[in-house]
């Protein structure tokens, strides 16, 4: 499978996945699926026939909130049956709303965020001291940025020359209830990955070509590497797009899955089947001159000092 392909079925997939339960996170799901369609089509190595493989590169999805993109990207390369993704959210499922070890071809448990990449760099610094040779990834937010523990990490695996350790940052600009710069400052973002030690990439979180290309720079200088992915939250949805309302909203029966199930439909690769719509939505539901699209849903925007109770 391409990564074209896999990054597709991630993005229906988490469609499905959210509209089926209700969960959140559709837009940071949307946002990583280029990322997560080339790391797990053309960069990680892994036997889904043997998850615990000595010789598996170790991934960490530090931004555990999107973890319907890591399930599909399991279950698509035969961890487990893709069935079992309808199961998202539900009492009993093993695939919880944050990523969960219970799933083959999960390394470790998150969605606490800040802790993805210091159990990263502790699985890199381990293989260096046994003489392994596989690779440690890490995704995370840019939003989780905002934690003290990923610096702590940073001037760790640096301190260690861990350039067997990638880190990969969705940079799509928003977290929780805001943009990453009005919440708190993060730029210059390379420069700040730079002088903590990291060789530093920036590149399109969209484009394959350029994905794997920052990607071939890894291991360089002794040093741990971080690949600044610019990415659209809600990328592929254009109503959801630089939406911050789509971190936790999910797509609702009538206009809202029936237009996204659509817009990817009609960007569906060659060969790839849908597999819960396999002709689309025949009939759509429209939005109409209610729906709320186009507004602007920050905090920024709609918070109002004359609000608090003096």
């Known amino acids: 499978m391409t990564s074209t392909e896999l990054a597709w079925l991630i993005r229906r997939h988490g469609i499905e996945m959210t509209h089926l339960s209700g969960g959140s996170h559709i837009g940071s799901i949307l946002s990583a699926a280029d ?148 919440t708190l400052e993060l730029e210059d973002f390379a420069l700040k990955w730079r002088f903590f030690g990291w060789n530093a990439v920036e590149t399109d979180g969209h484009d394959h070509n350029a994905l794997r290309e920052a990607l071939s720079h890894t291991a360089e200088n002794g040093r741990p590497t971080a690949v600044i992915a610019d990415t659209v939250k809600g990328k592929g949805i254009s109503f959801m797009e630089n939406d911050i309302l789509w971190h936790y909203r999910f797509p609702h029966d009538g206009w809202e899955y029936d237009c996204a199930v659509n817009e990817l439909f009609a960007v569906k690769p060659d060969g790839v089947d849908d597999p819960y719509t396999p002709n689309g939505v025949e009939k759509p539901v429209l939005p109409d001159e209610n729906a709320d699209i186009g507004n602007d849903h920050t905090m920024t925007s709609g918070y109002h000092p004359t609000w608090i109770k003096r």
Request: proline share 2%; net charge negative.
């Open 35 to 182: 990322i997560m369609g080339v790391l797990y089509a053309d960069i990680l190595k892994f036997d889904s026939s043997n998850p615990k493989w000595d010789g598996r590169d170790r991934f960490v999805m530090s931004k555990g909130h999107a973890g319907a993109a890591a399930y599909a990207a399991l279950a698509e390369n035969g961890f487990f049956p893709t069935a079992e993704l309808k199961t998202h959210y539900a009492n009993g499922s093993r695939l919880s709303g944050h990523v969960s070890h219970h799933l083959p071809g999960v390394d470790f448990s998150t969605g606490s965020l800040g802790h993805g990449l210091s159990a990263a760099a502790g699985m890199a610094l381990a293989a260096k001291k046994d003489g392994k040779t596989h690779r440690v990834f890490a995704v995370l937010g840019d939003g989780e940025c905002d934690e003290g523990s990923v610096w702590e990490a940073a001037l760790f695996a640096n301190h260690f020359r861990l350039d067997n350790l990638v880190a990969i940052i969705d940079r799509n600009h928003m977290q929780s209830l805001d943009t990453c710069e009005n």
